[in-house]
């Protein structure tokens, strides 16, 4: 067999096999452990969370009702506070990583606070993350991407 026909065979070998498979996070308590470390607790209500991870990347999108301390204290202390013009710019379109889901909404309601962070990314070496959050009703929007 000549190198031409081993590199076909190998070619089609590849594309048979995929050069990786897409996984979703089992449910949304998952998604919640493989973000934070821990299992989603009593303070935490209506958790909705949606996870893709391919290869060495992930990105996670959070929603759920915590009271303020609680979210700041599963947060730590890389994140810094936008604008709300900031914060709707660098999520819009390209800002997040698609498809976001239905329920993604983190301008919906009064959201006043709006935070960032290029070190918050579970097990990754970089990424990024973006949190709304509403004083009124206590909803937290969380997005987190990370990549080896």
């Given at each position: 067999m000549n190198a031409m026909s081993k590199a076909a065979i190998a070619g089609l070998a590849l594309l048979l096999s995929g050069c990786g498979d897409l996984e979703e996070y089992g449910s949304p308590g998952d998604v919640f452990e493989a973000t934070f470390g821990v299992k989603p607790g009593p303070s935490i209500q209506g958790l909705q969370a949606e996870g893709r991870a391919f290869r060495d990347s992930s990105t996670c999108y959070l929603r759920f009702r915590s009271p303020l301390p609680?979210?700041?204290?599963?947060?730590?202390?890389?994140?810094?506070?936008?604008?709300?013009?900031?914060?709707?710019?660098?999520?819009?379109?390209?800002?997040?990583?698609?498809?976001?889901?239905?329920?993604?909404?983190?301008?919906?309601?009064?959201?006043?606070?709006?935070?960032?962070?290029?070190?918050?990314?579970?097990?990754?070496?970089?990424?990024?993350?973006?949190?709304?959050?509403?004083?009124?009703?206590?909803?937290?929007?969380?997005?987190?991407?990370?990549?080896?």
């Open positions: 609680q979210l700041n204290g599963l947060l730590g202390a890389s994140f810094t506070k936008l604008t709300a013009d900031e914060f709707a710019s660098k999520t819009s379109g390209a800002g997040v990583s698609g498809p976001t889901p239905a329920w993604w909404t983190p301008l919906a309601g009064s959201p006043t606070v709006f935070l960032e962070s290029g070190a918050f990314h579970p097990g990754f070496t970089q990424g990024r993350a973006f949190v709304s959050y509403d004083s009124s009703s206590q909803v937290a929007h969380l997005y987190w991407d990370g990549i080896d």
